[in-house]
């Protein structure tokens, strides 16, 4: 400890002063090596010196929001009445296609090419013309079950019955685990924006106290006095689905001006989701020696999509400086030329309820 807190000594700093220590009393020919009998014991002292260096720092960081995480972030958070956010399941719909009149039951299995699955939750009878809709929800729990349209087409058990599966319409819903950073970010709001009778700092924090909502923007007087907007993102930071829509309206407003939700008497809301602004990008790339171009392109699409994540509802255009310096800081990018953003040279606006949706990326040499 000094006057800027605790600092945390590592194996090499304990072994470092152990080793001195030891030359210091037995003379600078010692064998202090890693193979010697002393050189082991030392190492041996080192690593439980600095894995209690290590818990001693988790106990110093316990109380402060901005370094504790884990158990001691989750107790903070419940010291404000908020607890972390569990995973869920994925859920969506199938379009079946097999013999008119066929009851399919409720547990067929279907996947993506990848191998994510989903079962079906009820019981469906194809029609006369042999097709049916029905609801399905996936097999495991994560935002590796939203998958897009058209993508759940493999059968997993065979059914003479069946000829085809596929879903018209995105899955949506997975969630994650709340990461920690996410769950600090809702502490540091509620702590940073207090509500007051329903401000709109109080109508943000509602919003996100609804289990999925990654992000929301207010809009107080949108339809006239007493009205107030709430536009939402999902933990992904993109559209909310109508389901996370109902949800959040239902918690906040579910009998308009009634106050039967967390909002006041007399106010009217209305949720709604955000609106994707899909945008594609292009450039000429040079390439380090070695790197490979679609690996770059991967790489370059990680960049993007955390950057966009943390964009959502805070940036009122997609800067193409930005995006160009993402590029820049990719592994194996030596420099860039010719970059556009949806066919244009120039910044893409965003209205106030738009947030970024990487679409495509083409990269060239």
Request: proline share 4%.
């Given at each position: 400890m000094d006057e800027q807190g605790f600092k945390r000594l590592r194996f090499v700093d304990f072994l470092d002063e152990m080793t001195d220590k030891a030359k210091s009393a037995f003379g600078d020919e010692v064998d202090t090596s890693e193979n010697s009998p002393l050189g082991m014991i030392l190492r041996l002292f080192a690593w439980h010196l600095g894995k209690e260096d290590e818990r001693l720092e988790d106990v110093y960081n316990s109380a402060s929001l901005n370094a504790s995480t884990g158990a001691n972030l989750y107790k903070l958070g419940g010291n404000d009445g908020l607890s972390i956010y569990s995973e869920e399941f994925a859920s969506g719909q199938?379009?079946?296609?097999?013999?008119?009149?066929?009851?399919?039951?409720?547990?067929?299995?279907?996947?993506?090419?990848?191998?994510?699955?989903?079962?079906?939750?009820?019981?469906?009878?194809?029609?006369?013309?042999?097709?049916?809709?029905?609801?399905?929800?996936?097999?495991?729990?994560?935002?590796?079950?939203?998958?897009?349209?058209?993508?759940?087409?493999?059968?997993?058990?065979?059914?003479?019955?069946?000829?085809?599966?596929?879903?018209?319409?995105?899955?949506?819903?997975?969630?994650?685990?709340?990461?920690?950073?996410?769950?600090?970010?809702?502490?540091?709001?509620?702590?940073?924006?207090?509500g007051t009778s329903g401000n709109k700092a109080d109508y943000l924090r509602w919003s996100r106290e609804v289990p999925g909502v990654g992000a929301a923007r207010v809009f107080p007087l949108w339809a006239g006095p007493k009205t107030v907007k709430v536009v939402i993102a999902d933990a992904e930071k993109l559209p909310a689905s109508a389901n996370l829509v109902a949800e959040v309206q239902a918690y906040i407003d579910p009998d308009p001006g009634l106050g039967e939700g967390q909002a006041p008497?007399?106010?009217?809301?209305?949720?709604?989701?955000?609106?994707?602004?899909?945008?594609?990008?292009?450039?000429?790339?040079?390439?380090?020696?070695?790197?490979?171009?679609?690996?770059?392109?991967?790489?370059?699409?990680?960049?993007?999509?955390?950057?966009?994540?943390?964009?959502?509802?805070?940036?009122?255009?997609?800067?193409?400086?930005?995006?160009?310096?993402?590029?820049?800081?990719?592994?194996?990018?030596?420099?860039?030329?010719?970059?556009?953003?949806?066919?244009?040279?120039?910044?893409?606006?965003?209205?106030?309820?738009?947030?970024?949706?990487?679409?495509?990326?083409?990269?060239?040499?």
């Amino acid at each position: 400890m000094d006057e800027q807190g605790f600092k945390r000594l590592r194996f090499v700093d304990f072994l470092d002063e152990m080793t001195d220590k030891a030359k210091s009393a037995f003379g600078d020919e010692v064998d202090t090596s890693e193979n010697s009998p002393l050189g082991m014991i030392l190492r041996l002292f080192a690593w439980h010196l600095g894995k209690e260096d290590e818990r001693l720092e988790d106990v110093y960081n316990s109380a402060s929001l901005n370094a504790s995480t884990g158990a001691n972030l989750y107790k903070l958070g419940g010291n404000d009445g908020l607890s972390i956010y569990s995973e869920e399941f994925a859920s969506g719909q199938l379009t079946v296609m097999g013999t008119p009149g066929y009851v399919l039951q409720a547990g067929f299995l279907g996947a993506t090419d990848s191998g994510v699955r989903f079962e079906t939750m009820e019981d469906l009878t194809l029609s006369a013309t042999g097709n049916g809709i029905v609801e399905i929800m996936a097999m495991e729990m994560g935002s590796a079950g939203n998958v897009e349209a058209h993508k759940i087409t493999v059968i997993i058990n065979p059914n003479p019955d069946v000829f085809s599966i596929t879903n018209v319409t995105p899955t949506k819903d997975g969630r994650d685990r709340e990461t920690d950073l996410a769950f600090r970010e809702r502490i540091l709001q509620r702590k940073q924006n207090p509500g007051t009778s329903g401000n709109k700092a109080d109508y943000l924090r509602w919003s996100r106290e609804v289990p999925g909502v990654g992000a929301a923007r207010v809009f107080p007087l949108w339809a006239g006095p007493k009205t107030v907007k709430v536009v939402i993102a999902d933990a992904e930071k993109l559209p909310a689905s109508a389901n996370l829509v109902a949800e959040v309206q239902a918690y906040i407003d579910p009998d308009p001006g009634l106050g039967e939700g967390q909002a006041p008497i007399g106010a009217v809301v209305t949720v709604s989701a955000a609106v994707a602004k899909t945008i594609n990008i292009a450039a000429k790339v040079a390439l380090v020696s070695g790197y490979a171009l679609q690996d770059v392109i991967e790489a370059f699409r990680l960049k993007v999509e955390d950057w966009r994540k943390k964009a959502a509802f805070e940036v009122s255009y997609i800067s193409q400086a930005v995006l160009g310096a993402l590029l820049l800081g990719t592994d194996g990018v030596l420099d860039y030329s010719s970059l556009t953003l949806n066919g244009s040279g120039a910044n893409i606006a965003l209205t106030d309820e738009e947030v970024p949706l990487l679409g495509t990326v083409n990269l060239g040499v």
